[in-house]
């Protein structure tokens, strides 16, 4: 077993250069001044973008992205955050929603979510946390609206967040604020290692919050080469694997230094535009998504790349 998909996040370069875009946003200001309507209206354009974005995918074989959380400006904002279906157009908000959805289904294509940084549900800030569990809750609410069914099959990815100079303490945070999220969320929800020491490791988040709670962990493997927590990278993504329940191909995330690209000597988390790889995914099935700046062009250059390297080898071996 090995890679099953491989995929990008959120623009896709080629059909942005056609003006295609799927996560326009606007200023509160704006929002304030134009009102409910307007934000409709710029709803309903990302998410039409979305379906030309899918429908490439389609043509093109991708079977696997992850959609912007921007299509839906300020949905949790305290005070002009809204219901999806109490909104002036909601009932066709939905509807494209449903139909997205079920064109998702029909062409087998697997649809992920990884929110803001500014999530953190182990804030020590209780207004940080309400808006995360909003923010998560909105997320996933957009899932059932597009009809797909609680699972991490649509996972909802998110960090840990700061560990504010006690991990144990705001780990237990994490595990404790999980549980005010409403049940479709916790459903969905997986959280990923980080890149500095100082923050959370593959292990770590198998002993503090998979051990505790159950969620899935997706490992990083960029960011594990800066956060290795004593583990080689084929243990820590075997130990990320089996975290995931039977039956769900696991995700893991994919990028280089772009420091590295540039031709500096010494990495930094900064991604690469592009990848060299290669992928190593120890015979593991996964579904990778790739990380980088440029999108799916990323991921063309990468497989062109590695057709070519097995056509040699297979000329080579004749």
Same mark, same amino acid.
Request: glycine content about 6%; overall charge negative; hydrophobic content about 35%.
């Given at each position: 077993m090995s890679m099953r998909e491989i995929g990008y996040a959120c623009i896709n370069m080629t059909l942005s250069a056609e003006g295609v875009c799927a996560n326009r946003t606007l200023r509160l200001k704006t929002l304030q001044e134009k009102g409910y309507d307007y934000l409709c209206d710029l709803i309903e354009g990302n998410l039409q973008s979305l379906k030309q974005i899918l429908v490439w995918n389609a043509e093109s074989g991708y079977r696997f992205y992850r959609m912007s959380s921007e299509m839906f400006p300020f949905i949790s904002h305290p005070e002009w955050g809204y219901e999806i279906e109490n909104l002036p157009k909601g009932k066709e908000i939905a509807s494209l929603l449903r139909d997205i959805g079920n064109f998702a289904r029909q062409t087998n294509q697997r649809l992920t979510y990884h929110p803001s940084p500014f999530n953190v549900l182990a804030s020590q800030n209780p207004v940080v946390v309400s808006k995360t569990l909003k923010e998560l809750n909105a997320h996933s609410q957009i899932f059932d609206l597009m009809g797909f069914t609680p699972s991490v099959e649509n996972k909802i990815n998110i960090h840990v967040g700061g560990a504010y100079g006690d991990k144990e303490s705001a780990l237990m945070r994490f595990c404790q604020n999980f549980q005010d999220l409403d049940d479709n969320t916790k459903l969905r929800l997986? &959280?990923? @290692?980080?890149?500095?020491? @100082?923050?959370?490791s593959l292990q770590e988040l198998y002993e503090g919050v $998979?051990? &505790?709670i159950g969620i899935p962990l997706v490992f990083d493997y960029h960011h594990h080469t800066f956060n290795t927590g004593g583990l080689t990278e084929e243990e820590a993504l075997k130990l990320a694997?089996?975290?995931?329940? @039977?039956g769900i191909v696991p995700?893991? $995330?994919y990028s280089e230094s772009k420091t590295l690209e540039q031709g500096l000597e010494k990495a930094t988390p900064a991604h690469s535009d592009y990848i060299i790889g290669p992928i190593n995914t120890y015979n593991q099935q996964v579904? &990778?998504? &790739?990380e980088c700046k440029a999108k799916e062009l990323a991921v063309e250059q990468y497989l062109s790349a590695r057709s070519a390297l097995t056509q040699i080898i297979s000329a080579r071996s004749a």
């Amino acid at each position: 077993m090995s890679m099953r998909e491989i995929g990008y996040a959120c623009i896709n370069m080629t059909l942005s250069a056609e003006g295609v875009c799927a996560n326009r946003t606007l200023r509160l200001k704006t929002l304030q001044e134009k009102g409910y309507d307007y934000l409709c209206d710029l709803i309903e354009g990302n998410l039409q973008s979305l379906k030309q974005i899918l429908v490439w995918n389609a043509e093109s074989g991708y079977r696997f992205y992850r959609m912007s959380s921007e299509m839906f400006p300020f949905i949790s904002h305290p005070e002009w955050g809204y219901e999806i279906e109490n909104l002036p157009k909601g009932k066709e908000i939905a509807s494209l929603l449903r139909d997205i959805g079920n064109f998702a289904r029909q062409t087998n294509q697997r649809l992920t979510y990884h929110p803001s940084p500014f999530n953190v549900l182990a804030s020590q800030n209780p207004v940080v946390v309400s808006k995360t569990l909003k923010e998560l809750n909105a997320h996933s609410q957009i899932f059932d609206l597009m009809g797909f069914t609680p699972s991490v099959e649509n996972k909802i990815n998110i960090h840990v967040g700061g560990a504010y100079g006690d991990k144990e303490s705001a780990l237990m945070r994490f595990c404790q604020n999980f549980q005010d999220l409403d049940d479709n969320t916790k459903l969905r929800l997986t &959280v990923e @290692n980080d890149d500095k020491g @100082n923050l959370y490791s593959l292990q770590e988040l198998y002993e503090g919050v $998979h051990q &505790v709670i159950g969620i899935p962990l997706v490992f990083d493997y960029h960011h594990h080469t800066f956060n290795t927590g004593g583990l080689t990278e084929e243990e820590a993504l075997k130990l990320a694997i089996s975290t995931w329940p @039977n039956g769900i191909v696991p995700v893991v $995330h994919y990028s280089e230094s772009k420091t590295l690209e540039q031709g500096l000597e010494k990495a930094t988390p900064a991604h690469s535009d592009y990848i060299i790889g290669p992928i190593n995914t120890y015979n593991q099935q996964v579904d &990778v998504m &790739v990380e980088c700046k440029a999108k799916e062009l990323a991921v063309e250059q990468y497989l062109s790349a590695r057709s070519a390297l097995t056509q040699i080898i297979s000329a080579r071996s004749a």
